[in-house]
């Protein structure tokens, strides 16, 4: 793969290079040059999963990995199915949570650890990545027993529920947890002032595995195509894919997809009320307000860094903005769609909930709906609980997790400490 810095195209890159920095100088955004189109379509809907994703992303990465090597990444990093439920007699839920933390973020988190590995040439790796709950216990996860690689995630101590920590602070290992006297900001702060370091970036190797990563992204094409796969032959070219978007990546994904020749009619957008995005779609003026706390909260984001991906795409592709279908859910809606969807059989939590309202409201004759459900109801449990009225069981993973010994140690929100962290692995 050659990519480009999208803020500064003299800055241009191979995949590995992209993967290891993450982010590009000017904290500008890799993106690939090209999109290749995949030749046989048709052929790769009827594949197994596995050779399905390692043929999406032999194309997308090209040689810097083999294809063998490949395989062997793939048949590592997903070892989950991913389901396409029928909700209505047209629309269906695209579950992406039954990974080891039952969120999204594992396909992404588990195909990077799995690309690193492989790229890694005996030198200092350490993830060093900031977590208000979710995002760290998918990374921390997801490099567990990394050979050559260490991972800390820092997290606010006392701020994030007792079974996000149990989930990831449990691990132990090459897995360091560290509480932080302070909060998310602070814990975030720590990470960039690491980062801003040259020095002891070089000496850790540090690479902060954050949803921006290009490997991330390359991974999430891939389910676009098992929803494709498992839709009926004829409701394929139908298919409206309605997405939850916070930082706009699994759009940007989707949106990859169809580049590569994903049968699909179109894509929408579905956002809370931080809805910058569908107000730029029909305005065409980029007005980011105040983020405001929502039930879908991670999707409280105002102002996606994924956004120029999704912008620099339309633009080689030559699609109009205008094509992007959007829509804005309240969260009484939210509410109301949980309760929806629990009438037709269907458990959600707020994230996949937005899809589904917007996607039933803008649905229109002869097409076929797929909303994407980004985590599992147990980890909205406080809210699923609340809105249906009553307690749901916690999914085996983390019902056996939450019985595990928290191995974190606790440091001042001081860089000093974070140093010394990194310095006693
Ligand atoms: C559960 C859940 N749904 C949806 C999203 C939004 O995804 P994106 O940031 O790719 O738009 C996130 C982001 O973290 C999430 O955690």
């Given at each position: 793969m050659r990519a480009s810095n999208?803020?500064?195209?003299?800055e241009q890159v191979s995949f590995a290079t992209a993967i290891r920095k993450g982010l590009g100088r000017d904290r500008g955004l890799y993106f690939p040059d090209a999109i290749p189109k995949l030749q046989d379509v048709r052929g790769l809907l009827v594949a197994d999963p596995h050779t399905r994703a390692v043929a999406v992303l032999d194309a997308l990465v090209?040689?810097?990995?083999p294809t063998d090597a490949l395989r062997g990444i793939v048949t590592r990093a997903f070892t989950w199915d991913t389901p396409l439920v029928p909700v209505t007699d047209r629309i269906c839920a695209l579950e992406l949570y039954w990974g080891p933390t039952l969120a999204f973020k594992d396909y992404g988190a588990r195909f990077m650890a799995e690309a690193l590995a492989h790229l890694h040439g005996g030198e200092r790796v350490t993830i060093l990545t900031a977590t208000s709950g979710d995002t760290g216990a998918a990374v921390a996860h997801a490099f567990a027993g990394a050979p050559g690689i260490d991972c800390v995630v820092l997290y606010p101590q006392g701020r994030i529920s007792r079974l996000q920590e149990q989930l990831f602070c449990t691990i132990g290992g090459n897995v360091h947890t560290v509480a932080v006297d302070g909060t998310f900001d602070d814990c975030q702060a720590l990470v960039k002032q690491a980062f801003d370091d040259p020095a002891l970036r070089a000496r850790h190797g540090l690479n902060s595995a954050n949803s921006i990563n290009l490997a991330r992204l390359v991974a999430q094409v891939t389910y676009f195509f098992e929803a494709a796969a498992r839709l009926p032959f004829d409701a394929r070219e139908r298919a409206v894919y309605c997405v939850p978007s916070g930082n706009f990546g699994d759009l940007t994904a989707g949106l990859m997809a169809r580049a590569m020749g994903l049968p699909a009619r179109r894509f929408i957008t579905a956002t809370n009320a931080n809805d910058t995005v569908p107000r730029y779609l029909a305005t065409g003026t980029w007005e980011p307000r105040d983020t405001v706390q929502t039930?879908?909260?991670?999707?409280?984001?105002?102002?996606?860094?994924n956004w120029p991906r999704v912008q620099a795409l339309m633009r080689t592709q030559g699609w109009?903005?205008?094509?992007l279908g959007r829509g804005v859910v309240s969260d009484a809606a939210t509410e109301d769609a949980i309760r929806r969807l629990h009438g037709l059989g269907y458990l959600s939590e707020p994230h996949g909930a937005v899809a589904f309202a917007v996607l039933e409201r803008e649905l229109t004759d002869g097409e076929v709906g797929v909303f994407l459900c980004t985590a599992h109801p147990a980890k909205f449990k406080e809210t699923v609980d609340r809105v249906l009225g009553m307690e749901l069981p916690l999914p085996p993973a983390l019902a056996a997790r939450a019985e595990l010994p928290l191995l974190s140690q606790r440091i001042a929100p001081r860089l000093a400490e974070v140093l010394a962290v990194l310095e006693a692995l």
């Open positions: 999208l803020s500064d195209p003299s090209g040689d810097e990995i039930l879908s909260n991670a999707m409280d984001v105002s102002v996606p860094s109009a903005l205008d094509d």
